[in-house]
């Protein structure tokens, strides 16, 4: 294990981030997704800024956030698992099960 021995200063600046609006910024054409998502996966509505939050009359809330990209959308999901479920868009729901379809056939060899 290393062991830090000298620390110096830079002299350079520099720019401080620009949070007055948020970290994300929708873009114009911006998706509006809607999840129906588990107790294990509240955190999305905790950690993304969402249009939407609001509990479906169990244990589950329906949370709609705007992505930018339906990739992004579809790895947030996948990596929930069985706890999050697709509402809208229908192209996102596809691209989910296509890639989980694809996914459990590498395991089938």
């Known amino acids: 294990m ?5 620390l110096a200063a830079c002299h350079e600046p520099t720019g401080q981030p620009r949070f007055s ?3 994300f910024a929708p873009s114009a054409d911006a998706t509006l997704v809607r999840l129906r998502v588990g107790p294990a996966s509240r955190w999305i509505a905790e950690y993304y800024p969402c249009e939407h939050v609001r509990s479906d009359g169990t244990d589950r809330w329906v949370i709609s956030l705007l992505a930018n990209n339906l990739g992004w959308a579809r790895r947030l999901v996948m990596g929930c ?7 809208s868009p229908i192209e996102l729901a596809d691209e989910v099960r296509q890639h989980a379809r694809a996914a459990l056939a590498q395991y089938a060899g």
């Open 2 to 6: 290393e062991e830090l021995t000298e």
């Open 21 to 23: 609006e948020g970290v």
């Open 81 to 87: 698992g069985p706890d999050v479920e697709v509402l």
